[in-house]
């Protein structure tokens, strides 16, 4: 008797169904997906009991013809692919043909559509993968799609599912992201008891971030204008094609001032031609471009839109579409990362004093939307950032612990008393589908529709940037580490130490690039006993350190002479240096870049040959160190992350004095 047979056809149905449709906010990321692919300008979401009960995404899409209805339950059926040549250029964001069928095989499905050229619409509803009916109906032309009861007939998958409010929370999240990704397009959210989202269509992203987490999160974003042209050194007269890809890639979008600092990866949001993806290319990217301006174990806050053409991407990599891969990934991360370098270079933002009051986090309604109210909420755990809203306590969570920390704060509209207020997780690397992820407070949290602690009557303060550090005058120090400094913005406080070392990094980085620098000899060669792995880390870097200064001979398996040492770096500290530069490249990946060898060994350098804390400095070195601090690219933390430079404006100062 033959052990291999085929599966019957329901049976391999719903297991094609577990790799699409994982839970509620899966069967709406498809069904968004086909409406917007349909050209809808409106979509409206419903959800009960966080869409195990019901689901319903209703669009003004193109719609469809009666035969096209019944075929769109056959699998692998799609309007958007007529040959395999189609798979190299996909312009849609599904193409699959498995949605619907998926989708309909766990659950009670209910299809209503009409196109503008049909006289009357259909209604096709199926449960548990059977077609139980097919009549014509009078309907409007568009697609709406009721999903009832979902995984009613695979009990097992739906024991799996979270509690109510966190799976509403990944369908809002979703909706979130698509619209941030379509601002011209209107999404509604609701459920029977609240309106989640309303975001009106709106002509620019500033607008939809604005629109959906407010004026205190824009604020503290700056924008990553378009960039569609590369270095001219990164492209060869040779390879044509190079350079009709710089032409037409394009990133934009929205990254964190360095404040602003996550403790994971979920403020961190990519879309690759406006598909919601997850991408460790990308990731290393954006980590690459915030490298020597925040500390390794924190993350920015990043929105970035990736637009290049559908034949330089794959999107047929992972079943549910969250994964792509590019023809030429080295090209899409090196001008990826520069694009966002040079945004943060232009910016030069400078935080704030932390620990202050009074930012307003609310926001006015946009166009007659229902507009989102939202405060950033990743502050650094040394307390750096902008201050937050007081918001309730969350109460809710899922059956496996404790309510969800939050990266945005988001409540419902404030003229509705009902509104329940969301905290968002999100963006890549949460869950397995990336997504947002949120707890709900219940509904008898009276407090959940207005912020408490806050003076909204008070316009937000406005951020410095680092011209302000142009007309800095010192007045003095205090405990001989902390440089005490006016101008007519108010009062700051500067890191005499980490200051004097984004001084020396720049201009180690600088000198390195145009050429070799030249170290100090050293009366007597000091002898180090190096570990094996560092003897290779060594042997790989030697060139590298001779470069920036270093003259080190190997005199032994184990043991090295160093004869000379950068430029400002004391004998004492010339084997502590050596170390550190070879265990921070040990902790890299085996291929790290050249790029980033060298600002590895400029920081390291830098930090050693700066002035250090307990140092008093007179009148005229802290005014030298103020004005070249001005002239860096970024003066607003050293090559390690840590804060230079904080702000405590007459604003502010006013404020405490109860002046305001």
Same mark, same amino acid.
């Given at each position: 008797?033959?052990?291999?047979?085929?599966?019957?056809?329901?049976?391999?149905?719903?297991?094609?169904?577990?790799?699409?449709?994982?839970?509620?906010?899966?069967?709406?990321?498809?069904?968004?997906? +086909?409406?917007?692919?349909?050209?809808?300008?409106?979509?409206?979401?419903?959800?009960?009991?966080?869409?195990? &009960?019901?689901?319903?995404?209703?669009?003004?899409?193109?719609?469809?013809?009666?035969?096209?209805?019944?075929?769109?339950?056959?699998?692998?059926?799609?309007?958007?692919?007529?040959?395999?040549?189609?798979?190299? $250029?996909?312009?849609?964001?599904?193409?699959?043909?498995?949605?619907?069928?998926?989708?309909?095989?766990?659950?009670?499905?209910?299809?209503?559509?009409?196109?503008?050229?049909?006289?009357?619409?259909?209604?096709?509803?199926?449960?548990?993968?059977?077609?139980?009916?097919?009549?014509?109906?009078?309907?409007?032309?568009?697609?709406?799609?009721?999903?009832?009861?979902?995984?009613?007939?695979?009990?097992?998958?739906?024991?799996?599912?979270?509690?109510?409010?966190?799976?509403?929370?990944?369908?809002?999240?979703?909706?979130?992201? !698509?619209?941030?990704?379509? =601002?011209?397009?209107?999404?509604?959210?609701?459920?029977?008891?609240?309106?989640?989202? +309303?975001?009106?269509? @709106?002509?620019?992203?500033?607008?939809?971030?604005?629109?959906?987490?407010?004026?205190?999160?824009?604020?503290?974003?700056?924008?990553?204008?378009?960039?569609?042209?590369?270095? &001219?050194?990164?492209?060869?007269?040779?390879?044509?094609?190079?350079?009709?890809?710089?032409?037409?890639?394009?990133?934009?979008?929205?990254?964190?001032?360095?404040?602003?600092?996550?403790? +994971?990866?979920?403020?961190? !949001?990519?879309?690759?031609?406006?598909?919601?993806?997850?991408?460790?290319?990308?990731?290393?990217?954006?980590?690459?471009? !915030?490298?020597?301006?925040? =500390?390794?174990? @924190?993350?920015?806050?990043?929105?970035?839109?990736?637009?290049?053409?559908?034949?330089?991407?794959?999107?047929?990599?992972?079943?549910?579409?969250?994964?792509?891969?590019?023809?030429?990934?080295?090209?899409?991360?090196?001008?990826?990362?520069?694009?966002?370098?040079?945004?943060?270079?232009?910016?030069?933002?400078?935080?704030?004093?932390?620990?202050?009051?009074?930012?307003?986090?609310?926001?006015?309604?946009?166009?007659? *939307?229902?507009?989102?109210?939202?405060?950033?909420?990743?502050?650094?755990?040394?307390?750096?950032?902008?201050?937050?809203?007081?918001?309730?306590?969350?109460?809710?969570?899922?059956?496996? *612990?404790?309510?969800?920390?939050?990266?945005?704060?988001?409540?419902?509209?404030?003229?509705?008393?009902?509104?329940?207020?969301?905290?968002?997780?999100?963006?890549? *690397?949460?869950?397995?589908?990336?997504?947002?992820?949120? $707890?709900?407070?219940?509904?008898?949290?009276?407090?959940?529709?207005?912020?408490?602690?806050?003076?909204?009557?008070?316009?937000?303060?406005?951020?410095?940037?680092?011209?302000?550090?142009?007309?800095?005058?010192?007045?003095?120090?205090?405990?001989?580490?902390?440089?005490?400094?006016? +101008?007519?913005?108010?009062?700051?406080?500067?890191?005499?130490?980490?200051?004097?070392?984004?001084?020396?990094?720049?201009?180690?980085?600088?000198?390195?690039?145009?050429?070799?620098?030249?170290?100090?000899?050293?009366?007597?060669?000091?002898?180090?006993?190096?570990?094996?792995?560092?003897?290779?880390?060594?042997?790989?870097?030697?060139?590298?350190?001779?470069?920036?200064?270093?003259?080190?001979?190997?005199?032994?398996?184990?043991?090295?002479?160093?004869?000379?040492?950068?430029?400002?770096?004391?004998?004492?500290?010339?084997?502590?240096?050596?170390?550190?530069?070879?265990?921070?490249?040990?902790?890299?990946?085996?291929?790290?870049?050249?790029?980033?060898?060298?600002?590895?060994?400029?920081?390291?350098?830098?930090?050693?040959?700066?002035?250090?804390?307990?140092?008093?400095?007179?009148?005229?070195?802290?005014?030298?160190?103020?004005?070249?601090?001005?002239?860096?690219?970024?003066?607003? $933390?050293?090559?390690?992350?840590?804060?230079?430079?904080?702000?405590?404006?007459?604003?502010?100062?006013?404020?405490?004095?109860?002046?305001?």
């Amino acid at each position: 008797m033959s052990r291999i047979r085929i599966l019957p056809e329901h049976v391999a149905n719903k297991i094609a169904a577990g790799e699409v449709v994982e839970r509620p906010a899966s069967v709406v990321k498809e069904l968004l997906e +086909n409406a917007l692919d349909a050209g809808a300008r409106s979509i409206r979401v419903e959800a009960e009991s966080g869409g195990k &009960r019901m689901i319903r995404v209703v669009d003004d899409g193109c719609g469809m013809a009666h035969d096209d209805a019944l075929l769109a339950f056959e699998r692998h059926a799609t309007s958007k692919l007529r040959t395999a040549d189609d798979l190299l $250029s996909i312009a849609t964001l599904g193409f699959r043909g498995e949605a619907l069928p998926s989708i309909a095989a766990v659950s009670r499905l209910l299809l209503e559509t009409r196109a503008a050229d049909e006289a009357e619409g259909t209604r096709v509803e199926f449960a548990g993968g059977k077609l139980l009916g097919v009549n014509p109906e009078g309907l409007p032309t568009g697609t709406t799609v009721s999903v009832a009861d979902l995984f009613y007939c695979v009990p097992a998958r739906r024991n799996f599912l979270k509690s109510e409010t966190t799976e509403l929370g990944h369908i809002a999240s979703l909706v979130t992201h !698509y619209a941030l990704a379509h =601002p011209d397009k209107q999404f509604v959210l609701k459920t029977p008891t609240q309106e989640i989202i +309303n975001a009106t269509a @709106v002509e620019t992203m500033t607008e939809r971030v604005y629109q959906l987490f407010g004026r205190q999160a824009l604020d503290e974003l700056f924008e990553i204008l378009p960039v569609s042209s590369p270095v &001219r050194a990164a492209i060869t007269e040779t390879d044509l094609t190079n350079e009709e890809r710089a032409a037409r890639l394009t990133v934009r979008g929205f990254a964190s001032r360095p404040e602003i600092q996550r403790s +994971n990866r979920n403020g961190i !949001y990519v879309f690759v031609n406006r598909r919601l993806v997850r991408d460790r290319l990308i990731l290393h990217a954006i980590h690459e471009a !915030y490298r020597n301006v925040l =500390p390794p174990a @924190v993350f920015p806050a990043v929105l970035l839109f990736l637009d290049l053409p559908a034949e330089e991407v794959d999107v047929n990599v992972h079943p549910a579409k969250i994964e792509v891969r590019f023809r030429h990934p080295q090209f899409v991360h090196d001008f990826t990362r520069d694009s966002i370098r040079q945004a943060l270079s232009r910016a030069r933002p400078i935080p704030s004093f932390p620990g202050t009051e009074g930012v307003s986090a609310e926001a006015e309604p946009r166009d007659g *939307g229902t507009t989102a109210v939202a405060a950033v909420a990743g502050a650094n755990p040394q307390g750096m950032g902008l201050p937050r809203a007081m918001i309730p306590p969350l109460n809710a969570s899922g059956p496996g *612990g404790a309510a969800i920390a939050s990266d945005f704060e988001l409540s419902a509209a404030p003229m509705r008393p009902e509104a329940q207020r969301f905290r968002f997780e999100g963006g890549i *690397g949460t869950g397995s589908e990336g997504f947002l992820s949120a $707890s709900v407070p219940n509904n008898g949290d009276a407090a959940g529709s207005t912020f408490r602690g806050v003076d909204s009557t008070v316009p937000a303060e406005p951020l410095a940037s680092a011209a302000s550090l142009d007309d800095l005058k010192p007045l003095g120090q205090v405990n001989s580490s902390f440089i005490v400094a006016v +101008n007519g913005e108010g009062l700051w406080i500067v890191d005499q130490h980490v200051a004097h070392e984004r001084v020396l990094f720049e201009q180690h980085l600088r000198a390195r690039r145009e050429g070799q620098l030249t170290g100090q000899r050293m009366l007597v060669p000091l002898m180090v006993e190096l570990s094996p792995k560092q003897i290779v880390i060594f042997e790989r870097i030697a060139e590298e350190l001779t470069a920036n200064g270093f003259e080190v001979a190997q005199m032994g398996p184990r043991s090295v002479a160093i004869h000379a040492a950068p430029a400002g770096i004391a004998a004492a500290d010339a084997e502590r240096l050596l170390m550190e530069i070879l265990d921070g490249t040990e902790r890299e990946n085996a291929a790290i870049s050249m790029d980033t060898l060298q600002a590895k060994i400029a920081a390291s350098t830098s930090c050693h040959a700066a002035i250090k804390v307990n140092m008093p400095l007179d009148q005229k070195k802290m005014e030298w160190l103020l004005a070249e601090l001005a002239k860096t690219e970024a003066p607003m $933390s050293c090559p390690h992350g840590r804060p230079i430079v904080l702000r405590y404006s007459v604003r502010e100062i006013e404020r405490a004095f109860k002046r305001i």
